[in-house]
């Protein structure tokens, strides 16, 4: 069974830190894209990041560049989101996916080219 498995959700204070992990599970997606979504409630899903198969390109939403930082570890089939000057509008679900890397960086964006989806970590940032 191919899974993505989310972790490190939790409840935070408003400025602090926070690392998210995604660990692949029934194949390996050292090929894929890999990224993060988020949904608050009463809200559209957002993009997050994302980062290519190699590691070498990586994208961030607006409202988090500066903030978050996406690594992979190919090796151990893992994702991570690093979320430091944490917010409470960063209050979410968090999504880990992996998508086909064909797609170029203009396409990361879209959530229709990730294929896998993890089934999600609650993040609650308090103020």
């Known amino acids: 069974q191919v899974q993505l498995v989310e972790s490190g959700g939790g409840l935070v204070q408003a400025g602090g830190s926070l690392r998210l992990s995604c660990a692949g599970s029934?194949?390996?997606?050292?090929?894929?894209?890999r990224g993060w979504f988020r949904q608050a409630p009463g809200k559209e899903r957002e993009f997050v990041a994302a980062?290519?198969?190699?590691?070498?390109?990586?994208y961030y939403g607006d409202s988090v560049k500066g903030r978050f930082t996406i690594s992979r570890d190919n090796a151990k089939n893992t994702v991570y989101l690093q979320m430091n000057l944490l917010k409470p509008e960063d209050t979410a679900v968090y999504y880990c996916?992996?998508?086909?890397?064909?797609?170029?960086?203009?396409?990361?964006?879209?959530?229709?080219?990730?294929?896998?989806w993890g089934q999600g970590t609650q993040v609650t940032v308090s103020s």
């Open positions: 996916v992996a998508g086909a890397a064909h797609y170029d960086g203009s396409y990361y964006t879209d959530p229709s080219i990730y294929g896998y």
């Open positions: 029934g194949r390996t997606f050292s090929g894929y894209v």
């Open positions: 980062i290519s198969w190699s590691g070498s390109s990586t």
